[in-house]
T-cell receptor, first 115, second 117 residues
């Protein structure tokens, strides 16, 4: 079945450092890909998405490019802030029988940004 | 705009007690609705989904059940809780209309943290 693999955390960075969180996937077809962010004690917020190969999703300084050839969707940010500290989840969407879709998530990567 | 609510926010229940978690969505019609569980230190697992009133599909056999009595209401239940039911329960919705903002994009509620003792 489909799966998502994320780099292990926690990732600890100094403020203004460059961030990369790796995500690779295994899927039949070309699913939509997502990054969600979860702040402590909260639900998941959609950060960005891409629906087809070479699409770049971007939001709040974060970006990720759908790479079909490497089956990857790495999350990047040029300069992180303390407020970016959270858990980041990579996910792909599978179509469900009868309608709707299922998100298959990676295990999440915790990011800690220090002053 | 659309909003999604979950309650209660936190819950502590003894083993063997019943459970009812509620999720409601505002600002959209005919949404697809989902229940996920996030166990401590682990990713999210899809438990149930619904494409319409009274239509429930289960992804993982377990001690839980779900119901959708109204278009924008989704309920997660159990008759007798187990210790292993502890976790963070998240409800989500996605659009179903062609041309809507990405019917494959799911939007999550704030979650319910359940502790079974």
């Amino acid at each position: 079945g489909d799966s998502v693999t994320q780099m292990e955390g926690p990732v600890t960075l100094s403020e203004e450092a460059f961030l990369t969180i790796n995500c690779t996937y295994t899927a039949t077809g070309y699913p939509s890909l997502f990054w969600y962010v979860q702040y402590p004690g909260e639900g998941l917020q959609l950060l960005l998405k891409a629906t087809k190969a070479d699409d770049k999703g971007s939001n709040k300084g974060f970006e990720a490019t759908y790479r079909k050839e490497t089956t990857s969707f790495h999350l990047e940010k040029g300069s992180v802030q303390v407020s970016d500290s959270a858990v980041y989840f990579c996910a792909l969407a599978d179509i469900l029988t009868g309608g709707g879709n299922k998100l298959t998530f990676g295990t999440g990567t915790q990011l800690k940004v220090e002053l | 705009s659309q909003t999604i609510h979950q309650w209660p926010a936190t819950l502590v229940q003894p083993v063997g007690s019943p459970l009812s978690l509620e999720c409601t969505v505002e600002g959209t019609s005919n949404p697809n609705l989902y229940w996920y569980r996030q166990a401590a230190g682990r990713g999210l697992q899809l438990l149930f989904y619904s494409v319409g009133i009274g239509q429930i599909s289960s992804e993982v056999p377990q001690n839980l059940s779900a119901s959708r009595p109204q278009d924008r209401q989704f309920i997660l239940s159990s008759k007798k809780l187990l210790l292993s039911d502890s976790g963070f329960y998240l409800c989500a919705w996605s659009g179903r209309l062609a041309g809507a903002d990405s019917t494959d994009t799911q939007y999550f509620g704030p979650g319910t943290r359940l502790t079974v003792l």
